[in-house]
């Protein structure tokens, strides 16, 4: 059975910090918010504010017009008004010893992502270097929004650790800001779109990811591939570091499989289509209309609308799929299920 109750995290904020930050990445007003959810709005700012509780029937409003599921939204409600007092004593006493508990040290040590001859005699230390935060509270702080929207995004059976997905993040974020870029252009990217899907046709990633890497920079775009941590199972993801630099991260999960090249063009999907504002996080079965915008604007780019009907009448057969890719001018391997 789906594990409901895997996002747990160690910080209080009331759920309408949630709703507001969607609110203000869909542009979407207080007013609007309170027509579309059908309810006065006192109601509306109170469930804002958090004096009034999320009710099995609220939940299933707020999944139908700012997406999530209707478990998250409970989740969240229980976390917050059913625990506040015995959370926050949770809080007090943990010590910082604990949060190494939470995080994967083993794999953050064998990937070479911290000091090593530090974290051999102080690793609280080499993992709040690694994080760039001074204390264990800070490291909440600063990736409680982060982590938030990844279980706002993923379906209630997304298992991995909340700290697991923060030091892969905080990994390709390290990486991506290293990558000189110029800034941000999407009218670019869109343009060059052409140019990267003939990438699809060269399998070997040591030929085409240095050139992929090249071209996404132009745009200002830093393309990062980063090994999975044990306990986070994400194989992609997307955030803009700065309003002039986008992060596109790919795990090594599909590295050199049929799906790298989906996945990438699924990203960039988001990055064109969506809100600078949000993070999406790709791992297992997604939720909401913008993953299912970034999986058509995908399957476009990589066979283009008027071969779409001839896709889907061809045969399951290998040559039948190589000549159609060839006419196409994509690899075989790249053509997206019919």
């Given at each position: 059975m789906p594990e409901k109750t895997a996002f747990k995290p160690d910080w209080i904020?009331?759920?309408?910090?949630?709703?507001a930050d969607i609110l203000e990445s869909q542009g979407c007003s207080v007013e609007e918010f309170a027509q579309r959810m059908g309810c006065s709005l006192k109601q509306v700012n109170e469930l804002l504010?958090?004096?009034?509780?999320?009710?099995?029937?609220?939940?299933?409003?707020?999944?139908?017009?700012?997406?999530g599921?209707?478990?998250?939204?409970?989740?969240?409600?229980?976390?917050?008004?059913?625990s506040v007092v015995h959370h926050q004593g949770n809080l007090q006493a943990k010590r910082p010893a604990d949060w190494l508990n939470d995080l994967p040290?083993?794999?953050?040590?064998?990937?070479?992502?911290?000091?090593?001859?530090?974290?051999?005699?102080?690793?609280?230390?080499?993992?709040?270097?690694?994080?760039?935060?001074?204390?264990?509270?800070?490291?909440?702080?600063?990736?409680?929004?982060?982590?938030?929207q990844a279980?706002?995004?993923?379906?209630?059976?997304?298992?991995s650790k909340p700290a697991a997905v923060a030091a892969w993040l905080r990994k390709g974020e390290i990486e991506g800001a290293a990558i000189e870029c110029k800034p941000w252009n999407d009218e670019l990217l869109q343009k060059t779109l052409l140019e990267i899907r003939r990438l699809t046709r060269k399998r070997d990633p040591k030929l085409f990811l240095p050139e992929l890497s090249l071209l996404c920079a132009e745009c200002g775009v830093a393309v990062v591939i980063v090994r999975a941590p044990e306990g986070c199972r994400a194989s992609g993801a997307t955030r803009f570091l700065s309003p002039?630099?986008?992060?596109?991260?790919?795990?090594?999960?599909?590295?050199?499989?049929d799906h790298f090249w989906f996945s990438f063009f699924h990203e960039v999907g988001h990055l064109l289509l969506h809100s600078k504002k949000s993070l999406f996080l790709e791992s297992g079965k997604m939720l909401g209309t913008e993953e299912e915008e970034a999986n058509e604007f995908a399957g476009l780019v990589l066979v283009p609308s008027e071969y779409q009907q001839r896709l889907r009448r061809l045969p399951i057969d290998r040559h039948a799929i190589r000549d159609f890719a060839k006419t196409v001018g994509v690899s075989p391997c790249a053509c997206p299920e019919r």
């Amino acid at each position: 059975m789906p594990e409901k109750t895997a996002f747990k995290p160690d910080w209080i904020s009331p759920p309408g910090e949630t709703m507001a930050d969607i609110l203000e990445s869909q542009g979407c007003s207080v007013e609007e918010f309170a027509q579309r959810m059908g309810c006065s709005l006192k109601q509306v700012n109170e469930l804002l504010t958090g004096r009034a509780t999320i009710s099995p029937e609220t939940a299933l409003k707020l999944e139908l017009v700012l997406g999530g599921s209707a478990d998250f939204w409970m989740i969240r409600e229980a976390q917050y008004s059913g625990s506040v007092v015995h959370h926050q004593g949770n809080l007090q006493a943990k010590r910082p010893a604990d949060w190494l508990n939470d995080l994967p040290i083993k794999d953050m040590r064998r990937f070479g992502w911290l000091d090593s001859r530090l974290s051999a005699i102080d690793p609280v230390t080499a993992c709040l270097r690694f994080f760039g935060v001074a204390n264990v509270d800070a490291f909440r702080t600063t990736y409680r929004r982060v982590l938030e929207q990844a279980a706002f995004r993923t379906s209630p059976s997304f298992a991995s650790k909340p700290a697991a997905v923060a030091a892969w993040l905080r990994k390709g974020e390290i990486e991506g800001a290293a990558i000189e870029c110029k800034p941000w252009n999407d009218e670019l990217l869109q343009k060059t779109l052409l140019e990267i899907r003939r990438l699809t046709r060269k399998r070997d990633p040591k030929l085409f990811l240095p050139e992929l890497s090249l071209l996404c920079a132009e745009c200002g775009v830093a393309v990062v591939i980063v090994r999975a941590p044990e306990g986070c199972r994400a194989s992609g993801a997307t955030r803009f570091l700065s309003p002039s630099k986008a992060l596109l991260m790919l795990s090594f999960r599909y590295l050199s499989d049929d799906h790298f090249w989906f996945s990438f063009f699924h990203e960039v999907g988001h990055l064109l289509l969506h809100s600078k504002k949000s993070l999406f996080l790709e791992s297992g079965k997604m939720l909401g209309t913008e993953e299912e915008e970034a999986n058509e604007f995908a399957g476009l780019v990589l066979v283009p609308s008027e071969y779409q009907q001839r896709l889907r009448r061809l045969p399951i057969d290998r040559h039948a799929i190589r000549d159609f890719a060839k006419t196409v001018g994509v690899s075989p391997c790249a053509c997206p299920e019919r």
